[in-house]
């Protein structure tokens, strides 16, 4: 049985997944109508600034799940290697 006073990590979270799963279905742009003339966004197709702000707030995501919910162990051997340098 998993001991519940450590803190899960996080692939073990499912909104996590889920936020994954829809950042990435964003941006492949599938969604838009097909055959409609390519509209300019900052001088790019539309669709490249749509995967591109996807693909940046998969990053971003990516690094608030590391920062907030990633778990480092406290590894005890290295104390113990420090204390006998």
């Given at each position: ?12 979270r ?7 799963v ?12 097909a055959?409609?003339?390519?509209r300019?966004?900052?001088?790019l ?18 690094a ?22």
């Amino acid at each position: 049985m998993p001991d519940r006073s450590e803190p899960l990590e996080p692939r073990s979270r499912a909104w996590i997944w889920a936020v994954y799963v829809l950042l990435f279905a964003a941006s492949v742009p599938w969604y838009l109508p097909a055959g409609s003339p390519p509209r300019l966004w900052l001088g790019l197709p539309h669709w490249v600034v749509i995967s591109l702000a996807a693909y940046l707030a998969v990053a971003v995501f990516t690094a608030w799940v590391v920062a907030r919910y990633w778990s480092i162990p406290a590894d005890d051997d290295a104390d113990d290697a420090e204390g006998a340098s």
